[in-house]
């Protein structure tokens, strides 16, 4: 069984994308909706909520949890998967969404470290505030691929309001300012953009509808359950791929009503959400 974390709803658009491309796995997902939004949390927090969603992800079974959260995945994946996990679930992995998009952006694959000479191009960033503020994203690109510029805008009522089940209007106005934001910062042609925050995917028509007609928007789930899917097919003796039916359990530190609505408003899915211990 594959684990999926998320702060809240956002990451149903990974879990979408994943059962997807691999449809006979089983899946649990766990939304920390009592504890989101992530976006301007402190590093403590990140990491202890980190650490406490993946264990009860594996308590339910699962040998392998992706943390959709970009938030954390930027922030406290690393020290939760060197300290905690090698400490505490050696025969277990934790993987995050940040190497997929890194080699996705930068053509680079993660082990090459040295910078290549990838084409010259510029590539836009929505993304919380913690997550534009620790740069690791940027770090991540400039080693591989010196000649993406990488243009960071951060967003950060718009993972709230998309919890908080707010009107169309009101995230539509939220986008437009984002958009005209980085249009300030960045005068360059864009050619692409990536919605680095699970949440964003949910309103990415409303993206698309602010930025220039022929600006590439790249998906963020698919990107990941591609490279999970090869992940997978490669590590056999995790028996993920021959082992389930499909299946899916959906769990929620907050009101499993609220996931319930958020998830049929914005994916257009009956999800049914058990409350988490
Ligand atoms: N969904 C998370 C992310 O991908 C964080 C959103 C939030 O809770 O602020 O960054």
């Known amino acids: 069984m594959i684990g999926v974390y998320d702060s809240g709803s956002g990451g149903l658009t990974v879990l979408r994308a994943l059962r997807h491309a691999l449809p006979q796995v089983d899946f649990v997902y766990f939304g920390d909706h009592a504890f989101a939004p992530y976006g301007e949390k402190d590093l403590g927090n990140l990491y202890d909520r980190g650490c406490h969603s993946v264990d009860f992800l594996f308590r339910q079974g699962c040998s392998l949890v992706v943390v959709a959260c970009n938030t954390s995945a930027a922030t406290v994946l690393r020290p939760i998967q060197q300290n905690w996990l090698a400490e505490r679930h050696p025969d277990k992995r934790v993987l995050g969404v940040f190497v997929p998009l890194i080699e996705q952006i930068t053509g680079v694959a993660w082990s090459q470290k040295k910078p290549r000479p990838a084409p010259r191009k510029t590539v836009a960033v929505f993304a919380t505030a913690r997550t534009v503020s620790c740069n690791a994203l940027g770090e991540e690109v400039f080693r591989r691929a010196r000649g993406v510029h990488l243009v960071p805008q951060s967003c950060p009522a ?120």
């Not at 591609?226 to 791929?241: A, D, K, P, W």
């Open 158 to 277: 718009l993972a709230a309001a998309i919890e908080d089940d707010a009107c169309p209007d009101v995230l539509d106005s939220l986008v437009a300012t984002y958009v005209r934001r980085l249009q300030q910062q960045c005068r360059d042609n864009l050619d692409e953009v990536v919605l680095g925050c699970t949440h964003y995917p949910l309103v990415s028509e409303m993206f698309r509808r602010h930025l220039a007609a022929n600006t590439v928007v790249l998906s963020q789930p698919d990107i990941v359950a591609h490279s999970l899917e090869n992940y997978i097919r490669r590590n056999t003796t995790l028996g993920l791929v021959s082992e389930g039916k499909g299946e899916l359990t959906c769990f929620t530190s907050g009101d499993p009503r609220r996931a319930h609505r958020a998830a049929r408003r914005f994916l257009g899915q009956e999800l049914s959400f058990e409350q988490a211990a």
